[in-house]
């Protein structure tokens, strides 16, 4: 590698580190994070975000989606961003929304790492996940999408974005496995971000009795629950060493 493509690189990473920051640094800055805990304010303010919605739902749409692929991009984690969709959108529309915003977004993020990151995505996780080429040079499709379907073998989801540069699959493959293997999990995920909106509601107040008493809440979390541990034994099985 010459000094030219190094160089470039460098400029990039901290580019890239720079856009991070400065978008985290909006986003504290507009919102408090102890409002977002605070029940009662999200009570209070939830009839606000949907008239919001239906006066501007195109737009509010349009913000969303562009927004939640430059998360994936920038923070590669989607727990918030699933949870916000279910809250705002329901369950079907949320996910249709968030899966196909956060696949874009994830593999924009495949590519860019592929470019600039390969060497260091390679001298510190190959030797970790070297084990996985011999999957995916059997069937890369059906593999990678069965790797996202177990959560990468419990790979955080930002490193599972970029982690397959170390197999180089393909951009299609890539695209369709994570928009198909991913679409149970971020389901009932949505799905629980629609079941507390349900919740608040229809409950002034919060207490774990009726937390634990609202199939809003509890059917979801139930269904996660029933979802880890399918990809658990599925992730034994499918990856299990030859």
Known sequence: MNIASKNLKLVIGVIYLLVLFAVLYFVFSLVDIK?????????????????YKNDNLLLLSIIFFIFT????????????????????????VGTIIVLS????????????????????IRDKLEHRFSNLKIFFKKNELFYFMMYRFVGGGGVPYGIQNVLPVLFDISIKNYFIGTLVGSAPLMFVSVALGSGIESFIDKNEKLSILAIITSPDIYLPILALLIVIIFSFIFRKFIFKKS
Do not use: C, H, M
């Open 35 to 51: 409002d977002l805990t605070n029940y009662e304010f999200i009570r209070s303010n939830k009839e606000n975000i949907f008239q």
């Open 101 to 120: 915003a956060t696949t874009i977004g994830a593999t924009l993020l495949y590519i860019l790492a592929g470019i600039f990151f390969r060497d260091l």
């Open 69 to 92: 692929i430059v998360w994936i991009l920038l923070l590669g984690f989607a727990g918030p961003i699933l949870l916000f969709a279910g809250f705002v959108y329901g369950k079907w």
